[in-house]
């Protein structure tokens, strides 16, 4: 089974903090995504990422960055944390759509909540 | 990307009724379109997925059918249950590669 995991289910940080919301995946996927979900407005796309040292904005880049050091490991990072980032924040793996598939598989999650 | 508008944004059936949830796009060139499940306090997961060249695909209880010449497609539940309670994502493949989600629909199963 894929296994995406999250580095924090809850976290709670201060206005102006650095925060770092860490994914790792095992199944040697090459794409991996970060995405925040927030009420009525579905699943939003931050910022993904096709290879190492490779990335891409989606939607809402505004207000984080990414890196991407290691094919396993992708890393969300908000530079001074704000209030409206509070959210719910979902990483996802897929591989790259050989055989036809497409599946995202998803992270737990992180409950992130800015004071 | 483009969007893909979702509705309804919530659904309140009874144990044994149908649900239907339809997503309309407007990017012709899309031609995969997956759904996902999120239960309360899980992670979305994959449930059915349609490619265009096909119009309808079935998994035991679920159903997604494609209008490609509409730019619409929808998640057929029937038999209710339960456990069918949870926020249905729909989406489509765009140009990059990348799953653009609709808004999501909240389904409630009246036991």
């Known amino acids: 089974d894929v296994k995406v995991t999250q580095s924090s289910r809850y976290l709670v940080k201060r206005t102006g903090e650095k925060v770092f919301l860490e994914c790792v995946q095992d199944m040697d996927h090459e794409n991996m995504f970060w995405y925040r979900q927030d009420p009525g407005l579905g699943l939003r796309l931050i910022y993904f990422s096709y290879d190492v040292k490779m990335k891409e904005k989606g939607d809402i880049p505004e207000g984080y960055s990414v890196s991407r050091e290691k094919k396993e490991r992708f890393s969300l990072i908000l530079e001074s944390a704000s209030t409206n980032q509070t959210s719910m924040y979902l990483c996802?793996?897929?591989?790259?759509?050989?055989?036809?598939?497409?599946?995202?598989?998803f992270g737990p999650g992180t409950r992130l909540t800015v004071t | 990307g483009e969007n893909v508008e979702q509705h309804p944004s919530t659904l309140s059936v009874q144990e044994g009724d149908s649900a239907v949830i339809k997503c309309t796009y407007s990017?012709?060139?899309?031609?995969?379109f997956p759904w996902y499940k999120q239960e309360l306090g899980k992670r979305p997961q994959l449930i059915i997925d349609?490619?265009?060249?096909?119009g309808e695909k079935k998994d035991q209880r679920i159903a997604v059918t494609l209008n490609k010449t509409a730019k619409h497609f929808s998640l057929h539940i029937t038999e209710t249950q339960p456990e069918d309670s949870a926020v249905y994502f729909c989406a489509r493949l765009d140009s990059s590669y990348k799953l653009i989600f609709g808004s999501g629909t909240r389904l409630l199963v009246r036991p």
């Open positions: 990017d012709s060139a899309s031609n995969y």
């Open positions: 349609i490619r265009s060249n096909v």
């Open positions: 996802a793996s897929s591989d790259t759509g050989r055989e036809g598939s497409y599946e995202q598989y």
